[in-house]
């Protein structure tokens, strides 16, 4: 049965205000306050903030990915908002029944996922999407207290080795050995007295125009997810 308490949002919360004003990562924060925007978006303000979580902190899903992209949560403030990876993940959450729209494309768009947190593992986009060990080490506290403040979470699903690798380092970091567990999509890593870990290639326009992921398979997972919840 799903969680009867309302949506719980970040926005307003300290734990938002804290994210938003880090400067700990000196490389990430050149990065993100002067990366050149897209020529479509030249005319826009970018947000050039690190990018919190969005959704519901009462849901029983986490979706992890690894960082906002640059043309789309760093240009619209917004996880997973406003570029081709979000668009297509959205679709599929909106099938599956956690989203209640197909699209995300900008902090006024009316969006809302039910049961269901967004966030990434790194808050700021890093260049070439390829963040340093330091970097990861230096965001993992925001994830943790993310990860702390959803008391009914039964599901994380990991987009891509890198998601799937920082959501690792979480559970290592609160005692739950995690040795010789590789990355593979479509599959469920049970852990005692934790939530499910599940795994999904990520929805960059490397694997879906590909066919290496289609919607099909992302919404297959997002459904063995629905089905497994136990509450
Ligand atoms: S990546 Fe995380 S720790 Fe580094 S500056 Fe951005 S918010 Fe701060």
């Not at 920082?166 to 049970?190: D, Q």
């Not at 960059?204 to 289609?214: E, I, M, V």
Request: proline share 8%; aromatic share 8%; hydrophobic share 35%.
């Amino acid at each position: 049965m799903k969680p009867t308490k309302p949506p719980v949002p970040l926005a307003g919360s300290d734990l938002r205000r804290r994210i938003i004003a880090c400067r700990l990562c000196p490389r990430l924060v050149e990065y993100r306050e002067n990366a050149k925007a897209r020529p479509s978006f030249a005319a826009q303000e970018y947000w050039r903030k690190p990018v919190p979580g969005f959704g519901d902190l009462n849901g029983r899903l986490l979706v992890l990915g690894l960082a906002p992209a640059t043309s789309g949560g760093m240009r619209t403030g917004r996880i997973f908002t406003g570029d081709s990876s979000s668009r297509f993940l959205v679709s599929a959450l909106h099938s599956a029944g956690f989203a209640n729209q197909p699209s995300s494309e900008s902090v006024d768009d009316g969006l809302a996922y039910t049961d269901c947190y967004l966030t990434a593992a790194l808050k700021c986009a890093p260049p070439g999407d390829k963040p340093t060990p330091e970097e990861l080490s230096n965001c993992s506290p925001y994830l943790d207290d993310e990860i702390l403040l959803m008391g009914n979470l039964e599901s994380v699903l990991a987009l891509g080795s890198l998601a799937f690798r920082a959501y690792l380092g979480h559970l290592g970091r609160v005692g739950v050995p995690t040795r010789g567990l590789k990355f593979a999509h479509g599959e469920a890593h049970r852990f005692r007295g934790m939530p499910t870990l599940y795994t999904s290639y990520h929805p960059s326009p490397r694997n879906t125009n590909t066919g290496k992921l289609t919607k099909g398979m992302l919404t297959s997972v997002l459904e063995t997810i629905k089905r497994d919840f136990t509450r």
